[in-house]
């Protein structure tokens, strides 16, 4: 049974950080590439970061670019996604997903809420 679960999430004041993590199970972790995407209150799910199963250069959404860093530990079957500089309009609920060989996995989301 494939499982993808986030922790991390919590209430974060504006200009702190937070690290989430996704740990998977299920399938063969190292062959897939890893992404965090986001939803916002009355917004369409974005992209955050993705990196591939090698663990090359990853990608990020022009809005995080600079202030995240996803990575991974293929040892621990676990993808991170460090947020430093929080701002609210970074608040949402946070995924994580896993892609290859045409298929997809989710997570069930973990909510950060940056606020003062």
Do not use: H
Not at 5 to 19: A, D, F, K, M
Not at 25 to 36: D, E, H, I, L, V
Not at 43 to 56: F, P
């Amino acid at each position: 049974q494939v499982q993808l679960v986030e922790s991390g999430g919590g209430l974060v004041q504006p200009g702190g950080s937070l690290r989430l993590s996704c740990t998977a199970s299920g399938f063969t972790f190292r062959r897939y590439a890893m992404s965090w995407y986001r939803q916002g209150p009355g917004k369409k799910r974005e992209l955050v970061a993705r990196i591939t199963s090698a663990g090359g250069t990853p990608d990020y959404a022009d809005s995080v670019k600079g202030r995240f860093t996803i990575s991974r530990d293929n040892a621990k079957n676990t993808v991170y996604l460090q947020m430093n500089s929080l701002q609210p309009e970074d608040t949402a609920v946070y995924y994580c997903s896993a892609t290859g060989y045409g298929l997809d996995y989710w997570g069930q989301g973990t909510q950060v809420t940056v606020s003062s």
